[in-house]
């Protein structure tokens, strides 16, 4: 991530960002990427909008600009009330969604964001998650570092585990999930007739093994979307009541110790 923020240089390789080579280009780099730190810096003893009016100058931003710009981003991270409460006197949440309206002051394509919500208090945690999703429906491209790995699961479309230095694996969690097992887990949950429905299961030949419970049956399954849309088609058919069908998630955490097993404990 610093070598992406221009702040390290490459031992190996070339990084770009939106075709602009990192070391070739520092300069243009920044004003297409936005950083915030694990380990923020804040002024204690400026305001809230004299801190992003500080920032505003680095950007070369016009004096006309700067008022509507910063009252905007302060909105987004709901921090309009503290706009001239001085900068210590805020919480950990609130100076981490500062930081964050401040990596946002020169309007950049691409965030990248190193433990946004470390240390911080669930609901500040819900608050950042929120604001990091509508960033993303403004179509910010946003990268996070973090070792949350529920959150990562609910936040990021696309997820890279990082194993000794090296990408060990990448694409969505059910992407991931699929390499990995090969098999889809399947979850049927049932208002009775479990006898009829391990019966139709059985004679499914997509279906490997059933895990039954007591309102409920966990396949595996390896076939396509198109042979179990026939699969509860079936099911319907032959009168199951049929409570929920759906396919089960991976869970990230679980992901990321298979991926790693046998490792070193400072993976990213």
């Not at 969604?97 to 946002?104: D, V």
């Not at 509860?232 to 998630?249: A, G, H, T």
Request: hydrophobic content about 40%; proline content about 3%.
């Amino acid at each position: 991530m610093k070598i992406m923020a221009g702040l390290l240089s490459s031992t190996s390789g070339n990084v770009l960002i939106n075709g602009v080579d990192v070391t070739a280009h520092p300069r243009k780099l920044r004003e297409k990427i936005g950083y915030m730190p694990d380990f923020f810096g804040v002024y204690d003893n400026l305001k809230v909008d004299e801190y992003m009016d500080f920032y505003a100058g680095t950007y070369h931003i016009p004096y006309s600009e700067r008022e509507t710009i910063i009252n905007n981003l302060l909105e987004l991270v709901d921090l309009s009330h503290k706009k001239d409460a001085y900068v210590d006197t805020l919480s950990r949440g609130m100076k981490q969604r500062l930081c964050l309206a401040r990596s946002l002051i020169h309007d950049p394509d691409i965030l990248i964001l190193d433990e946004p919500a470390s240390g911080l208090d669930p609901r500040a945690r819900v608050e950042m998650k929120e604001v990091l999703k509508q960033l993303k429906t403004l179509g910010k491209t946003i990268i996070i570092s973090s070792h949350i790995l529920p959150e990562l699961a609910e936040l990021c479309t696309v997820i890279g585990i990082i194993d000794k230095g090296k990408i060990a694996a990448y694409g969505t969690v059910a992407q991931i999930m699929q390499q990995l097992t090969q098999k889809r887990i399947i979850k049927i949950k049932v208002m009775g007739n479990m006898d009829q429905l391990i019966t139709i299961l059985k004679e499914q030949p997509n279906v490997h093994e059933i895990i039954e419970k007591v309102d409920e049956v966990e396949i595996e399954y390896d076939g396509d979307d198109h042979s179990l849309a026939y699969l509860l088609k079936n099911m319907v058919q032959q009168d199951i009541p049929i409570i929920s069908f759906s396919e089960k998630e991976g869970n990230l955490e679980e992901i990321f110790m298979q991926i790693t097993e046998g490792g070193e404990s400072d993976h990213d």
